[in-house]
T-cell receptor, first 110, second 114 residues
Framework: AQRVTQPEKLLSVFKGAPVELKCNYSYSGSPELFWYVQYSRQRLQLLLR??SRESIKGFTADLNKGETSFHLKKPFAQEEDSAMYYCALSGGSGYSTLTFGKGTMLLVSP | DAGITQSPRYKITETGRQVTLMCHQT?????MFWYRQDLGHGLRLIYYSAAADITDKGEVPDGYVVSRSKTENFPLTLESATRSQTSVYFC?????????????FGPGTRLTVL
């Protein structure tokens, strides 16, 4: 069975501070990992996926297979980063559904 | 480019009534999904579909029915609504054209069951 754990329900930081949103997963094969972001009362949007190894809006995430983690990081948080962030996992071979973590609310204060 | 749309955006109904939530996508994606979003639970998969006339249960299918007669539409029906089905419902679609399971989400339907 596949499982995604986001240990923090809420993460509150000040503008300019570094941010790390934690994501740990459980999956026996090679997973595909995603970070989705949901701004207030809006639809979920893809932020990052591990296979593209890109940086979006200053955020990066590295897949660590040894620690089964996919933490989301940003060196300097901005107020507009305040949102709900979901980590999601998909089985790597063929097609499978996404399993989402319960989400972490990020609040960036001025 | 309309993408993926949901209707209605807001719905209030009463216990025991039948409710249908609509989802329409213009990308001709093969896969479509229904999730419910609840505080403390994140997103939970209700049903999904790999193609027209192919549907399968997700994590929380009880009390819901889906159909997919056309690739672009994936309606979700609550046959007899209960208060526990008060939630925000998201539809999503996906294609493996780029070798990824990335899903694209609709704007959501906020359903209240009184």
């Amino acid at each position: 069975a596949q499982r995604v754990t986001q240990p923090e329900k809420l993460l509150s930081v000040f503008k300019g501070a570094p941010v790390e949103l934690k994501c740990n997963y459980s999956y026996s094969g090679s997973p595909e990992l995603f970070w989705y972001v949901q701004y207030s009362r809006q639809r979920l949007q893809l932020l990052l996926r591990h296979i593209s190894r890109e940086s979006i809006k200053g955020f990066t995430a590295d897949l660590n297979k040894g620690e089964t983690s996919f933490h989301l990081k940003k060196p300097f948080a901005q107020e507009e980063d305040s949102a709900m962030y979901y980590c999601a996992l998909s089985g790597g071979s063929g097609y499978s559904t996404l399993t989402f973590g319960k989400g972490t609310m990020l609040l960036v204060s001025p | 480019d309309a993408g993926i749309t949901q209707s209605p955006r807001y719905k209030i109904t009463e216990t025991g009534r039948q409710v249908t939530l609509m989802c329409h996508q213009t990308w001709s994606h093969s896969y479509m999904f229904w999730y419910r979003q609840d505080l403390g639970h994140g997103l939970r998969l209700i049903y999904y579909s790999a193609a027209a006339d192919i549907t399968d249960k997700g994590e929380v299918p009880d009390g819901y029915v889906v159909s997919r007669s056309k690739t672009e539409n994936f309606p979700l029906t609550l046959e007899s609504a209960t208060r526990s089905q008060t939630s925000v419902y998201f539809c999503a679609s996906s294609s493996r054209d780029r070798g990824s399971n990335e899903q694209f989400f609709g704007p959501g339907t906020r359903l209240t069951v009184l």
